[in-house]
């Protein structure tokens, strides 16, 4: 059966195959720890849950404006300006059904076939997916270890091209919890505004940070009439079923994304929305209280994978993932991720997920117990000591 060409490049995204195949060896009686899949492993906040529920019982499940309700993207603009320090205004904000629209459809509207598209690499595989998508090339730009995974700026400056359109950054990132330096964000806002680029922000993890802060691009001067930022409720309020994302950009942009939403998605579903609300505009506590618990996880990893002779892995500043270096085992990480699957029952990606720079590594996402974390790293120890 013949297809369009647009979509010959797509393929599963890592996290989805890894936990099909753990999943069957879990059907076969093995049992197997998930560290693949990068999503929260608490249960949505209970006064959000009921915020929803209470929507659908009172009847607000009908169509509402493609670009949200008014009264969400108000709370999102007041919420979203105040953590950045920049003021934002509700045309300014869109919503969408999860966060990817929102890597999509921006480039819908700025990108035309040919143009090239500054992605990190290893990065979040739904760019380059994207970008292939709207008929644009993407042009990886390694992030460097040694540097806590900042992106590597000669690399960057070499990348530049008169074809240059769209740079995509993600700070705090997946795979490796790094935040980009300010340095950095200065250096890539300076060639933004040099040569007249837009910026697509991904800030999904931007209430995931345990040490300083993870600025964002968006407060550089010249740079809020240039980016565009993604984020969502999925890893901040443990929404990531209810499908709620958010972007704010220009509004001439804004307004280009309400039409595609119209002929796409036609709107977000409305008790999502309020369920949204009640989670910017309630509470704040178990935000905090689970962004401790991942620092405690996250720390008794990444103690644990140092301790793994052969294992080197530095400490991530933010999100939920350890990204560590296993080039000392002389094996690819596609094979250490299967070994470690089949012979430990522990089921991790492989850097390769993330793009060609992310070979000799692994990604294993914290958000799982602390004794499960403890099970996983003994049977990885156990395993890795055999090769």
């Not at 933010?318 to 296993?326: C, I, K, R, W």
């Not at 914290?366 to 099970?375: C, D, F, G, Q």
């Given at each position: 059966m013949p297809f369009a060409q647009r979509i010959a490049h797509l393929k599963a995204e890592g996290a989805y195959a890894v936990l099909a195949r753990a999943q069957a060896l879990e059907a076969q009686g093995r049992e197997i720890i998930h560290l693949e899949i990068?999503?929260?492993?608490?249960?949505?906040?209970?006064?959000?849950?009921?915020?929803?529920i209470r929507a659908i019982a009172t009847g607000l499940t009908r169509y509402n404006p493609p670009p949200g309700i008014p009264a969400l993207r108000q709370a999102l603009a007041e919420d979203a300006g105040r953590r950045r320090g920049v003021r934002f205004t509700p045309e300014q904000v869109v919503i969408a059904p999860?966060?990817?629209?929102?890597?999509?459809?921006?480039?819908?509207?700025?990108?035309?076939?040919?143009?090239?598209?500054?992605?990190?690499?290893?990065?979040?595989?739904s760019y380059e997916a994207a970008i292939g998508l709207v008929g644009a090339r993407a042009v990886?730009?390694?992030l460097v270890e040694e540097r806590g995974f900042d992106l590597d700026l000669e690399a960057f400056d070499d990348a530049l091209g008169p074809r240059t359109r769209l740079v995509i950054l993600n700070s705090p990132g997946n795979p490796t919890?790094?935040?980009?330096?300010?340095?950095?964000?200065?250096?890539?806002?300076?060639?933004?505004?040099?040569?007249?680029?837009?910026?697509?922000?991904?800030?999904?993890?931007?209430?995931?940070?345990?040490?300083?802060?993870?600025?964002?691009?968006?407060?550089?001067?010249g740079m809020a009439e240039r980016t565009i930022i993604a984020d969502g409720f999925s890893k901040t309020y443990a929404m990531t079923g209810w499908r709620l994302g958010f972007g704010v950009m220009p509004p001439p942009l804004a307004e280009k994304l309400e039409l595609l939403l119209t002929h796409s998605t036609g709107c977000t579903a409305t008790f999502t929305q309020y369920a949204g609300l009640e989670a910017i505009l309630?509470?704040?506590?178990?935000?905090e209280a689970v962004r401790a618990e991942f620092r405690r996880r996250r720390d008794l990893m990444v103690r644990g994978l140092n301790a793994i002779p052969g294992v080197r892995c530095p400490l991530p500043q933010?999100?939920?993932?350890?990204?560590?270096?296993?080039q000392a085992f002389g094996r690819s990480s596609a094979e250490l991720a299967d070994y470690l699957l089949e012979e430990a029952g522990v089921a991790v990606l492989p850097g390769t997920a993330f793009g060609c720079h992310g070979e000799g590594y692994l990604r294993l996402s914290?958000?799982?117990?602390?004794?499960?974390?403890?099970?996983a790293l003994q049977r990885m120890a156990d395993a890795l000591a055999w090769l």
């Open positions: 990068g999503q929260p492993d608490f249960e949505t906040y209970p006064h959000i849950a009921l915020a929803g999860g966060s990817k629209p929102l890597i999509l459809l921006p480039m819908l509207a700025l990108l035309e076939p040919g143009d090239e598209v500054i992605v990190p690499d290893p990065g979040f595989p990886p730009v390694p919890g790094g935040i980009l330096s300010a340095h950095t964000l200065a250096h890539v806002a300076a060639a933004a505004r040099r040569r007249d680029l837009w910026v697509l922000s991904d800030e999904i993890y931007s209430r995931l940070v345990y040490e300083g802060e993870a600025p964002s691009i968006v407060s550089l001067p309630g509470p704040q506590e178990a935000v933010g999100a939920f993932y350890a990204f560590p270096n296993v914290y958000a799982n117990s602390l004794p499960n974390i403890e099970k």
